[in-house]
C-alpha cells in the first residue's frame, strides 16, 4: 500500500511561483516512477509531468514546457513540481500518482491539492 500526500498549493497572481509536494509512504518509493497530473473545473484530467525512478529522464507537458520542473528526492520518499510563470488557465487540483508496477498505469492517487491563478 502506498500513501501519497500533496502539499503546497494556494492562491497566486499570474507570473508567480509555487512548488508543490507530494510525500510518499513505502519502503521502494525509489523504484517508482511518479507524475503529477491536473484537473480544471468542467475539464479533464490531464497529464503534467513525469519523472522516471532515478529522476534522471523527466517528461512534461507541452503545456507547461519551460516553466514547471519535475524533481525528486528519493531519501525523503517525496517529489516535487516547481512551477514558475503561473497563468490563470494553470489553475486545477493538482494530483500526484506513483506507478509502482514500472509498466503503467498510475496505480495510486494523492488527494489533490488546489491551486487557483488569479490574473
Known amino acids: 500500500q502506498v500513501q501519497l500526500v500533496e502539499s503546497g498549493g494556494g492562491l497566486v497572481q499570474a507570473g508567480g511561483s509555487l512548488r508543490l509536494s507530494c510525500a510518499a509512504s513505502?519502503?521502494?518509493?525509489?523504484?517508482?516512477?511518479m507524475a503529477w497530473f491536473r484537473r480544471a473545473p468542467g475539464k479533464e484530467r490531464e497529464f503534467v509531468a513525469a519523472?522516471?525512478?532515478?529522476?534522471?529522464?523527466?517528461y512534461n507537458a507541452d503545456s507547461v514546457k519551460g516553466r514547471f520542473t519535475i524533481s525528486r528526492d528519493n531519501a525523503k520518499n517525496t517529489v516535487y513540481l516547481q512551477m514558475n510563470s503561473l497563468k490563470p488557465e494553470d489553475t486545477a487540483v493538482y494530483y500526484c500518482?506513483?506507478?509502482?508496477?514500472?509498466?503503467?498505469?498510475?496505480?495510486?492517487w494523492g488527494q489533490g491539492t488546489q491551486v487557483t491563478v488569479s490574473s
Open positions: 513505502g519502503r521502494t518509493f525509489s523504484s517508482y516512477q
Open positions: 500518482a506513483a506507478d509502482t508496477n514500472g509498466a503503467g498505469p498510475y496505480d495510486y
Open positions: 519523472i522516471s525512478w532515478s529522476g534522471r529522464s523527466t
